[in-house]
Structure formats: C-alpha cells, structure tokens
C-alpha cells in the first residue's frame, strides 16, 4: 500500500504538467490503493473529499513541496480515523478491574490476554486469568499453558460446561482473593452465531467487567465493519485490541472497524511470543500501514555516510539482525545529526521520539545505547531470544544500565521489528550487493 501510494505522488510530482486532472488522478489512485489495503469503501469515499478539501490543489502558491503537502495530507486523514481522541480505561490499584475478551476464534483472544495480564504485572499489578472458553476442546489447556510459562494465576474448569459459572465463579474467587486485574478469556465459536452473542451477553452480565475488549485480527480484511458492528450490538465493548500486525496483512480493516465503531485501539499484538504487545501509537501504525518506515532509505543512507555498517549490511543481506546490529545503528545515527530528520527513516523510531525535541530524542537514543552496553557479549550478539526464555536478564540489563524494564522491553522489541524487516529484506539485499559489487 506504501509503495502505491508514495508512487502515485511521485507520479504526479514527476508529470511535467502539475494540474489539477494530474491530481484528480493521483487521489484516484491512492483511494484504490486504500481499498485493495481493505479499508471500508465508504470511509474511503469521505477521505478522498477531506483530502481534497485539506489540500485546496488551485491555491497552492507557487513553489511549495506538493507531494510532501499531499502525503501529508494523506497521512494525517488516516490518522484522524484511528485516532479515539479520548482517554483509554486505566484500571485502578487496589481493587478488582475485570476485563472480559471477545472476538472470534483464532483472532488471538487467548494469547492476549496473557500478554495483556503479565503487561500489567510488569507494572505492578496483581493480575491473573479466567478460561471460560469451554466450548473448545484444549481452550483451558492452551491458557493454563501460557498462564504457567508466565508465572500469571488462573482458573478455569475441565467439568463444569456452563462458561457463565465458570466466569462467575474464577472472577468471585480472585476477587475474594484480593487480585486486581482479572482477565476473563471467552469461546469465539459457537453451532450458531446467535448463541456465541447471547453466551457473551451473559458472561457480561455475572461478571460487570469494568472493560470489555474485542480481539480483532489484523487480516480481517473487508468483513471488518460488519464483524466489529455485530459484536458491538450484542457485547458492547470500550475497546479494540488488533492483533498479528507482524503479518502481512495491509491492516486496512482494522482502520474500518474503528471507524465503524467508533471505539480505540488500544493495544496491537506484535508477534507469538509474550512480550509482542505495544500500545497502539495512532501516528506510528499509520506510518507503517503507509509504509513510511522506510528501512530501506536508511540502509542508503547509511551507506552513504560510509559509516561504520559493514557487518550490518552483511548480516541484513543474510536476513540476520543481531541486538549489537541495533547498537550499532544507535550509535550511527547519533552521528548523523538531526533525529527530526531521521525519525522518518528508521521504523518504529518516529512512535519512540514520540513529541520529542532533538535533545530528548537523543537522551533517549543514549540510554537505548547505555541498555545494550549492559548487556552480555552474548545476549548482544543474539538474536534477542535469550530475553524472552530468560526475563530476568531484562531486569539485570535494566538495573545495570540505570534504565527501566519498560525501557529494555521496549528496546527489545525495536530490535525484533529491525530483525523482522531484515529477515524480509534478505533477498533485495542479497541482489543489491551483487549489482554494486560492493563488499
Ligand atoms: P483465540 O481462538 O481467539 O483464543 O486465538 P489464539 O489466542 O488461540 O490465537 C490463534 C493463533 O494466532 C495462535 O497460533 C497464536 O499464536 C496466533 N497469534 C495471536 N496473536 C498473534 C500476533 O500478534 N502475531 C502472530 N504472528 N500470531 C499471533
Ligand atoms: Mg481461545
């Protein structure tokens, strides 16, 4: 979708007329372009007027960047979708904060939610989990296996068939037990639809969770408005979570269900493993959906600096990204001056500079690098796993490095993205080398 987008403003920068059928026909392209990416065709039909309005073609004075006004243009409309502009639930210490997942099965519900519960224990909360899926064989198997590898506590019954009990009675016992955040796990598949709406309604009903959240996957592609509406109708929930946005799906229908909702994302799942949550950052998801996170143009730069990144190009041609490959590119881009410049180039860091100013976002660049310099020889030329088998070694990095474990955790999973994209890109970079015959 990036690519299409970016080539249709490069089309239109590039035509020796820059007119207004010119652009006519570039928003043309980039509404295509967002539809086959699964967004909604009706949301694209409001985009492409409050595009066209945003960027009045006929008065843009003479000599002005167009294609940085309309991609920008473009990017702030599809922010503004994703962008909830209110405040997420924010759970309380010292009581009991029920939430309660639905969604369909497969969407990555039981994952979650404990990702979602070893989230919050990380921040100092008392959380543990409820299995009331017990219309699929293994569901209190597969929770009470990810529960254990995670040290979180849960409940759940292989008897008791009724989920509604089973819900009532896991949430009763750990309030009584003094737990703070329970997460309550639900079925995403019933013998008929109606059934699996009226299952949650009353699972909603014994235990009043303080938030209900919906589990959506990031491939959900155009069912996503009519999938999103029809729980909404029956579960009313405050909350999306998107899940396997290290697929390859665009994510387009996840923009649809907000928007047709009318509810924020809260939360994306990164990966399989239990670490890979982020909280959803409305400008950074857009970056990527757009692919303005151009690993690419950063490896050209790179290289044009002739800094010091010959074992990163190496390794990156081998589809290898080593945690001291991210240190390395740290500290190169510490010399390559202005991080305004660079957010744009590198994925992930515009979302960490966040409304950063230079300085901050050097600050924050130094004690990224001051977190790798703490870490073993071998953890830094791992490929990153060694932290999630062993999630003492985050603390141990943390300590030694005066950072936080939000910090290290953060770090690592900057450096699983980079080592996503490299993985990717082994094949491209393996062709340019040989066309240069460089190295
Ligand atoms: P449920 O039926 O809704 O409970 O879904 P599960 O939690 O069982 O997940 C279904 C599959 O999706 C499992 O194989 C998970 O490992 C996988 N999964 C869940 N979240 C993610 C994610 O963010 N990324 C990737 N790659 N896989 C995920
Ligand atoms: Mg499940």
């Given amino acids: 979708l990036g690519r299409r987008i970016n080539s249709a403003v490069s089309d239109l920068t590039r035509s020796a007329t820059l007119d207004e059928k010119a652009f006519d026909n570039m928003i043309k392209e980039i509404c295509s372009a967002l539809l086959e990416a699964d967004v909604n065709v009706k949301l694209v039909g409001t985009l492409r007027k409050s595009i066209k309005q945003s960027v009045n073609f006929k008065e843009l004075p003479a000599g002005v960047n167009k294609k940085r006004i309309i991609q920008k243009a473009v990017f702030d409309e599809l922010v503004k979708l994703v962008d909830p502009h209110a405040e997420p639930f924010k759970p309380k210490k010292g009581r009991a904060n029920v939430i309660m997942f639905v969604g369909l099965q497969g969407s990555g519900k039981t994952t979650t939610c404990t990702k979602l519960a070893r989230w919050y224990q990380t921040r100092g909360f008392k959380a543990c989990l409820v299995c009331a899926d017990t219309f699929?064989?293994?569901?209190?198997?597969?929770?009470?296996?990810?529960?254990?590898?995670?040290?979180?506590?849960?409940?759940?019954?292989?008897?008791?068939?009724?989920?509604?009990?089973?819900?009532?009675?896991?949430?009763?016992?750990?309030?009584?037990?003094?737990?703070?955040?329970?997460?309550?796990?639900?079925?995403?598949?019933?013998?008929?639809?109606?059934?699996?709406?009226?299952?949650?309604?009353?699972?909603?009903?014994?235990?009043?969770?303080?938030?209900?959240?919906?589990?959506?996957?990031?491939?959900?592609?155009q069912q996503a408005e009519a999938q999103s509406k029809a729980f909404k109708a029956s579960a009313d929930f405050g909350a999306i979570i998107i899940t396997k946005t290290d697929g390859n799906a665009s994510g387009g229908g996840a923009i649809s269900a907000v928007a047709a909702t009318h509810t924020p994302i809260v939360f994306i799942g990164t990966g399989e493993h239990m670490l890979d949550l982020e909280r959803f950052a409305p400008q950074a998801f857009i970056s990527k959906l757009l692919g303005m996170g151009?690993?690419?143009?950063?490896?050209?730069?790179?290289?044009?600096?002739?800094?010091?990144?010959?074992?990163?190009?190496?390794?990156?041609?081998?589809?290898?990204?080593?945690?001291?490959?991210?240190?390395?590119?740290?500290?190169?881009?510490?010399?390559?001056?202005?991080?305004?410049?660079?957010?744009?180039?590198?994925?992930?860091?515009?979302?960490?500079?966040?409304?950063?100013?230079?300085?901050?976002?050097?600050?924050?660049?130094?004690?990224?690098?001051?977190?790798?310099?703490?870490?073993?020889?071998?953890?830094?030329?791992?490929?990153?796993?060694?932290?999630?088998?062993?999630?003492?070694?985050?603390?141990?990095?943390?300590?030694?490095?005066?950072?936080?474990?939000?910090?290290?955790?953060?770090?690592?999973?900057?450096?699983?993205?980079?080592?996503?994209?490299?993985?990717?890109?082994?094949?491209?970079?393996?062709?340019?080398q040989r066309a240069q015959g460089a190295m």
């Fill in 294 to 432: 151009d690993m690419q143009g950063l490896v050209d730069h790179v290289q044009s600096l002739k800094l010091d990144h010959k074992d990163t190009m190496k390794h990156i041609a081998e589809g290898v990204f080593t945690v001291r490959d991210l240190r390395d590119q740290l500290s190169n881009i510490m010399k390559m001056g202005p991080l305004s410049k660079m957010a744009g180039m590198v994925p992930g860091l515009s979302q960490m500079m966040g409304s950063m100013d230079d300085e901050e976002g050097s600050m924050k660049l130094r004690r990224m690098i001051y977190i790798c310099d703490s870490m073993t020889i071998k953890e830094l030329d791992s490929d990153g796993k060694v932290f999630v088998e062993q999630p003492t070694r985050i603390t141990r990095v943390a300590h030694g490095s005066g950072t936080s474990v939000r910090e290290v955790e953060d770090l690592l999973s900057q450096h699983r993205m980079m080592a996503h994209m490299a993985k990717k890109m082994k094949g491209n970079m393996a062709n340019m």
């Fill in 136 to 221: 699929r064989a293994g569901a209190f198997d597969q929770l009470k296996q990810n529960a254990t590898k995670a040290k979180i506590p849960y409940y759940g019954s292989l008897t008791q068939t009724d989920p509604v009990i089973v819900a009532r009675d896991g949430v009763e016992k750990f309030k009584k037990e003094r737990f703070e955040i329970i997460i309550v796990d639900t079925s995403g598949r019933h013998r008929q639809e109606q059934e699996l709406f009226d299952e949650m309604v009353q699972i909603q009903g014994a235990v009043k969770p303080d938030q209900t959240i919906m589990v959506l996957d990031s491939s959900i592609g």
